[in-house]
């Protein structure tokens, strides 16, 4: 089983999105898998109400009750569990990042975020947990050079980059509505394409 957490101090970062595509590759690859949603926000089970599919399953939890979630989705035959946190430094992002096998961080392009990633990567400092975390750049636009730049300025701090990304295409705010996504309703489409690539390669990374 594979523990995936989604984590950043900085809200908007597009980690609520970012899951519940990952949640459907998973399921499209045939892996039973689970959402947990700590965020207080609670987007992912809100999408969930929409969705007329039953799977990924979908299971709203508190921080403190992390741990028994897990092992009873590992009791339950779960093979992959995402677990999308609150948008700030707080107990929900610690304990994920306790229990994952590989966190993810999203991050957007502008420098105000790319500046707000130290926190992100203090509260991985705390844990030792720098070498199971990935970043991948979201709601990157098509031209301009803000993603070469992000990407350049979040590794001198110390993060690796996927080279996969997640640009700023309309079908991914247009899908949540829906209870859909991208990689559902864009099958073919690049939007599409791009959530199956890094799956592959945020999967890859501990199989």
């Given amino acids: 089983m594979v523990v995936i957490a989604l984590v950043s101090t900085k809200g908007g970062a597009g980690k609520s999105t970012l899951g519940v595509n990952l949640g459907a590759a998973a399921v499209a690859g045939r892996k039973k898998t689970l ?3 700590l965020d207080p926000q609670r987007s992912v089970s809100e999408w969930a ?3 007329p599919l ?4 979908v299971k709203a939890g508190e921080a403190a009750h992390l741990g028994a979630m897990i092992d009873a989705a590992r009791d339950n035959g779960a093979e992959v569990i995402i677990v999308d946190t609150q948008g700030h430094a707080g107990e929900s ?10 966190v993810v961080i999203p ?15 203090d509260l991985l400092d705390e844990q030792n947990a720098r070498d199971k975390a990935v970043c991948v750049l979201s709601g990157v636009p098509s031209r301009g ?3 070469t730049d992000a990407r350049a300025a979040l590794m001198s701090i110390g993060f690796t980059v996927l080279k996969q990304k ?3 295409f309309k079908v991914y705010r247009t899908s949540l509505a829906r209870g859909s996504t991208a990689i559902e309703d864009q099958k073919n489409g690049e939007a599409g394409k791009e959530i199956r ?11």
């Fill in 35 to 37: 959402l947990i949603d």
């Fill in 49 to 51: 109400q929409l969705r």
């Fill in 54 to 57: 039953t799977h990924p399953e």
């Fill in 93 to 102: 992002a610690s304990q994920a990042i306790k229990y994952a096998d590989v």
């Fill in 107 to 121: 991050a957007k392009v502008s420098v105000y975020d790319v500046l707000s990633m130290r926190k992100t990567l």
């Fill in 145 to 147: 050079g803000e993603e």
């Fill in 166 to 168: 997640v640009r700023d």
């Fill in 197 to 207: 690539a890094l799956w592959s390669a945020i999967y890859g990374r501990v199989k």
